[in-house]
């Protein structure tokens, strides 16, 4: 029995599976964290509580974005990946 033939997923789906997540976990992230300190304080800066709030989410988010695109990355089979380039030497080249 022959195993079925694996289709690739479509481009926007990976997108959607990459920015969704990091998007729900970034808006959990600042809920817990701004619960507890104060934006303003943290910045030491002159900015409004929206400011040092949407600046808090953004960071979070490119945070949760780049281990979503690792895990991604690391999904991607094997063979996908070329391999490294084999350098034959005998031993009368040493």
Do not use: C, R
Request: aromatic content about 14%; cysteine-free; overall charge negative.
């Amino acid at each position: 029995m022959s195993k079925p033939e694996l289709k690739p997923v479509p481009q926007i789906q990976k997108i959607i599976a990459v920015l969704w997540p990091s998007f729900i976990i970034a808006g959990m992230a600042t809920v817990g964290f701004f619960t507890f300190f104060d934006p303003v304080q943290l910045l030491h800066l002159e900015v409004s509580n929206e400011a040092a709030y949407s600046t808090g989410f953004f960071i979070f988010w490119l945070l949760t974005l780049s281990s979503s695109l690792l895990t991604l990355y690391f999904q991607l089979p094997t063979h996908y990946i070329p391999p490294p380039p084999i350098i034959d030497q005998s031993p009368d080249d040493l």
